[in-house]
Structure formats: structure tokens, C-alpha cells
């Protein structure tokens, strides 16, 4: 609730997850029989290893909460809806849920093709611990949010794909539970289907009855609905409570790139023998406001080193897409090669909210044209810069604020 701090909260809690660990036995080795079996026990050979894909997870949801979980691919976020939801049992700690949960991991789990709509409705409702009754008396709720009345008694193989995905969200959203649990779902079905389930989040949020858990990775979806969260990495929560912290680190996170050390004898994609490194290092923080200015270097080692080159940068919006900028083929001039670095600096008060990734590339003069130069290597995913602008004062629409252009009438 508004105003309370988490001691002063009275709401009931709803989901516990206290001390949570999961691991999965993955085979290695097979025995083929009794006798190799005996062999590999002798020789201590488990043939299998166990893989720990969830370590020690703490959190509580109360009544009435939208609470996200976030986390990359891998992280073990899904594997946690799944223990949530009772599919999986924890091999360390407790979850207790109090209430009706409805889970909706998979897009049309429990769907039979051979049966008609109405008969899949009924059999997704026993399905989620229904009665005949309780789905009779949701059926029409169901039906037109789906926006199906005329298909109901056509065969779910006659449906089209976007028709069985409307009924099965629609299944999952409009079943009377108490806790709702969604999987990447806010992209289902066209645009007009996706504003509905957009109003229809809207609306459950005002319900202090009812509790959703999502899970996505769209952190605008997080700021929105979201009043909590938590972030998992590697099995682990790293970051919980507040939306937006949660959110903001999240997208920190989505920006750091581990360093590979290769040791073929090939270099990393836009890298060569005589640039073996150019790299971008931030310089100041990668989450910032209009306010803010982003500082970073260029690392180079140019092994020519004796002669001069140009650092050549562009701008890139990953989430509108495009270059937005771009400096010119020789806008730095450096007069010596080696190993160095030079810092820049760049002022996002005209920024609108969103993500952007700085590609720089090194370059040679051409020896015919004085205008042109030669790219000789350039920064590639891993090496690139990357920040976030996130200011309540901007939008996400356009890349340029209400700062920072004005249509003045003639």
C-alpha cells in the first residue's frame, strides 16, 4: 500500500518462497549394463552431474501486489514459475501459497486440437482446479474477451494461430483465481487484443484482491504494472523490492559483457593483427537522466605506431533502432598509434528515455583520396558502449525530448 513501509504493511502474504533451491541430475556417462555400471561405481564415474539452477531464494508477495520477476535467459526465473506453480517440487526450502493460483507458463498447455473450443474451455478449467460449475459460470467472461462467440464449437485444429493464443490468455486472465501467473505473455495477439489485455492490467492492479506474478523481460512492463520485483542471475536473487530499482538494474546488467580470452589464433569479430584492441569503457554510470552527461574512453592499440589514424564514432538506438549520429569518417585525429586512450563525453539533455549502444572504429587515411579514410578495425557487441536514459520527465516514444525540439506556427 502507498506510504507503508514493509513492517507496517498489513496485507496477507499470499506467496512465500523461503530458502528455495532446485537441481537437475543431467547424464554424462551411460552404463549399458549391470557390469558397466558396477565398473563406473568403482571407479566413482556418477554418470551424471548436477546442474544448480536455483540457490537459496528468499521473497514474499502480498495480497493485491503486481509483482515481477526478471532476469536473462538461463537465469532460472522460469524454473521458479514452475516451483510456484507446483509443476516442479523444491529439492531445499518451502513454498507456501494461500489461494487459488492459476499459472499460465505455456501458450495453450492442456489445449486438445480434437476437441472444440467450448470443450477445451471446460477441460483447462479442470485442468486449473475447476468445477464444472465455477467454469460454466466463467464461460462467457472468457469467450468475449477472446472475441470468439462464432468459433466455439469449431475444432481448436480449425483455429488459427492467433485465435487458439486469445483463448488460452483468455482462459488464464478471466479464471476466477487469486494469484495469476504469466510468462511473457504481454505480447499475445494482434494490436487490438494487446490494448485490451493492457486495460485489463490496468484494472486488475485496482483490485486489492487480486495478486499477479509476471515475468518478462520488458522493463517497461515492469515500471507500469509492477509494485515490486525481484532480478535472478545465475540462480540467485540479486536485486529486490522496488520496481524501478529492480528494472534499472536489470537493464545494468543486460549491458555488462564478460571478456572472452581467445586463444586460437583468430581475433574477436572487427579485430586484427594490428589492432588487436579497441574497446569502449564507461567512464561515469550507464543509467542516466536528461540531466546527466555519459563520460567514457576509447581504448586503442594501434601496433603501427608510428603512424596516425582517426577514431571514427556513431550512436546507435537500439530500441527505435538506427544511427542517430555519426561522426565522419575522420572526425578524431590521433597522431600516434600504440596503446592509448582518449575520453569523450556526451550530454543527454535533449534524450528521450530508451537504450543506446556507441560503435567507434579506427581508421587510416586513403592514399588516394584525402577526403576518405580506410577502416583498418572496429568495435564489435562485446567492446561497444552501452546506457540507458530513464527520466520521469521524458517519453520513449521519439529520440528527442520536449527540450529539445519546438514546431513554432508561422
Same mark, same amino acid.
Given at each position: 500500500?502507498?506510504?507503508?513501509?514493509?513492517?507496517?504493511?498489513?496485507?496477507?502474504?499470499?506467496?512465500?518462497?523461503?530458502?528455495?533451491?532446485?537441481?537437475?541430475?543431467?547424464?554424462?556417462?551411460?552404463?549399458?549394463?549391470?557390469?558397466?555400471?558396477?565398473?563406473?561405481?568403482?571407479?566413482?564415474?556418477? /554418470?551424471?552431474?548436477?546442474?544448480?539452477?536455483?540457490?537459496?531464494?528468499?521473497?514474499?508477495?502480498?495480497?493485491?501486489?503486481?509483482?515481477?520477476?526478471?532476469?536473462?535467459?538461463?537465469?532460472?526465473?522460469?524454473?521458479?514459475?514452475?516451483?510456484?506453480?507446483?509443476?516442479?517440487?523444491?529439492?531445499?526450502?518451502?513454498?507456501?501459497?494461500?489461494?487459488?493460483?492459476?499459472?499460465?507458463?505455456?501458450?495453450?498447455?492442456?489445449?486438445?486440437?480434437?476437441?472444440?473450443?467450448?470443450?477445451?474451455?471446460?477441460?483447462?478449467?479442470?485442468?486449473?482446479?475447476?468445477?464444472?460449475?465455477?467454469?460454466?459460470?466463467?464461460?462467457?467472461?472468457?469467450?468475449?474477451?477472446?472475441?470468439?462467440?462464432?468459433?466455439?464449437?469449431?475444432?481448436?485444429?480449425? &483455429?488459427?494461430?492467433?485465435?487458439?493464443?486469445?483463448?488460452?490468455?483468455?482462459?488464464?486472465?478471466?479464471?476466477?483465481?487469486?494469484?495469476?501467473?504469466?510468462?511473457?505473455?504481454?505480447?499475445?495477439?494482434?494490436?487490438?487484443?494487446?490494448?485490451?489485455?493492457?486495460?485489463?492490467?490496468?484494472?486488475?492492479?485496482?483490485?486489492?484482491?487480486?495478486?499477479?506474478?509476471?515475468?518478462?523481460?520488458?522493463?517497461?512492463?515492469?515500471?507500469?504494472?509492477?509494485?515490486?520485483?525481484?532480478?535472478?542471475?545465475?540462480?540467485?536473487?540479486?536485486? %529486490?523490492?522496488?520496481?524501478?530499482?529492480?528494472?534499472?538494474?536489470?537493464?545494468?546488467?543486460?549491458?555488462?559483457?564478460?571478456?572472452?580470452?581467445?586463444?586460437?589464433?583468430?581475433?574477436?569479430?572487427?579485430?586484427?593483427?594490428?589492432?588487436?584492441?579497441?574497446?569502449?569503457?564507461?567512464?561515469? %554510470?550507464?543509467?542516466?537522466?536528461?540531466?546527466?552527461?555519459?563520460?567514457?574512453?576509447?581504448?586503442?592499440?594501434?601496433?603501427?605506431?608510428?603512424?596516425?589514424?582517426?577514431?571514427?564514432?556513431?550512436?546507435?538506438?537500439?530500441?527505435?533502432?538506427?544511427?542517430?549520429?555519426?561522426? /565522419?569518417?575522420?572526425? &578524431?585525429?590521433?597522431?600516434?598509434?600504440?596503446?592509448?586512450?582518449?575520453?569523450? %563525453?556526451?550530454?543527454?539533455?535533449?534524450?528521450?528515455?530508451?537504450?543506446?549502444?556507441?560503435?567507434?572504429?579506427?581508421?587510416?587515411?586513403?592514399?588516394?583520396?584525402?577526403?576518405?579514410?580506410?577502416?583498418?578495425?572496429?568495435?564489435?557487441?562485446?567492446?561497444?558502449?552501452?546506457?540507458?536514459?530513464?527520466?520521469?520527465?521524458?517519453?520513449? &516514444?521519439?529520440?528527442?525530448?520536449?527540450?529539445?525540439?519546438?514546431?513554432?506556427?508561422?
Amino acid at each position: 500500500m502507498p506510504g507503508l513501509t514493509s513492517n507496517e504493511d498489513e496485507r496477507p502474504v499470499v506467496l512465500s518462497v523461503k530458502h528455495v533451491g532446485k537441481h537437475f541430475r543431467l547424464p554424462t556417462e551411460q552404463a549399458t549394463g549391470l557390469k558397466m555400471a558396477f565398473i563406473n561405481w568403482t571407479k566413482g564415474i556418477k /554418470g551424471y552431474k548436477d546442474q544448480h539452477v536455483l540457490r537459496d531464494i528468499n521473497f514474499e508477495v502480498r495480497q493485491g501486489d503486481f509483482f515481477g520477476i526478471v532476469g536473462r535467459n538461463g537465469s532460472g526465473k522460469s524454473t521458479l514459475l514452475k516451483l510456484i506453480s507446483q509443476i516442479y517440487t523444491p529439492d531445499a526450502g518451502s513454498i507456501d501459497v494461500r489461494g487459488r493460483l492459476v499459472p499460465f507458463i505455456e501458450l495453450g498447455v492442456g489445449f486438445n486440437p480434437e476437441l472444440t473450443g467450448r470443450e477445451n474451455v471446460y477441460l483447462n478449467g479442470a485442468l486449473l482446479g475447476f468445477t464444472e460449475a465455477e467454469v460454466s459460470a466463467m464461460y462467457d467472461d472468457i469467450v468475449e474477451f477472446a472475441e470468439l462467440e462464432e468459433f466455439m464449437d469449431q475444432k481448436l485444429k480449425n &483455429y488459427s494461430s492467433g485465435m487458439q493464443v486469445r483463448l488460452a490468455f483468455s482462459v488464464a486472465i478471466k479464471a476466477q483465481g487469486d494469484i495469476l501467473v504469466l510468462d511473457e505473455v504481454l505480447a499475445v495477439g494482434d494490436e487490438a487484443f494487446q490494448r485490451k489485455c493492457d486495460n485489463f492490467f490496468t484494472e486488475i492492479k485496482k483490485d486489492p484482491t487480486k495478486t499477479v506474478i509476471l515475468v518478462t523481460h520488458d522493463m517497461g512492463a515492469v515500471k507500469k504494472y509492477c509494485n515490486n520485483a525481484v532480478l535472478i542471475k545465475d540462480g540467485e536473487v540479486i536485486a %529486490s523490492g522496488d520496481k524501478d530499482d529492480v528494472a534499472d538494474r536489470y537493464t545494468l546488467e543486460n549491458f555488462k559483457r564478460e571478456e572472452k580470452e581467445k586463444e586460437e589464433s583468430k581475433f574477436p569479430l572487427g579485430l586484427n593483427e594490428r589492432v588487436p584492441l579497441l574497446r569502449i569503457n564507461a567512464l561515469s %554510470s550507464q543509467m542516466l537522466t536528461r540531466d546527466d552527461t555519459f563520460k567514457f574512453e576509447v581504448e586503442y592499440d594501434f601496433r603501427d605506431e608510428d603512424q596516425d589514424f582517426y577514431l571514427a564514432i556513431a550512436l546507435h538506438d537500439i530500441v527505435r533502432g538506427g544511427a542517430v549520429y555519426d561522426s /565522419g569518417q575522420k572526425a &578524431y585525429h590521433i597522431m600516434h598509434g600504440g596503446h592509448g586512450r582518449k575520453e569523450f %563525453s556526451l550530454p543527454l539533455n535533449l534524450f528521450n528515455n530508451g537504450k543506446f549502444k556507441i560503435v567507434v572504429s579506427l581508421r587510416t587515411q586513403n592514399p588516394v583520396d584525402p577526403e576518405r579514410s580506410d577502416m583498418v578495425a572496429f568495435t564489435n557487441e562485446e567492446n561497444s558502449g552501452f546506457f540507458a536514459v530513464s527520466d520521469t520527465r521524458n517519453r520513449a &516514444y521519439a529520440l528527442l525530448n520536449d527540450t529539445g525540439i519546438e514546431f513554432k506556427e508561422m
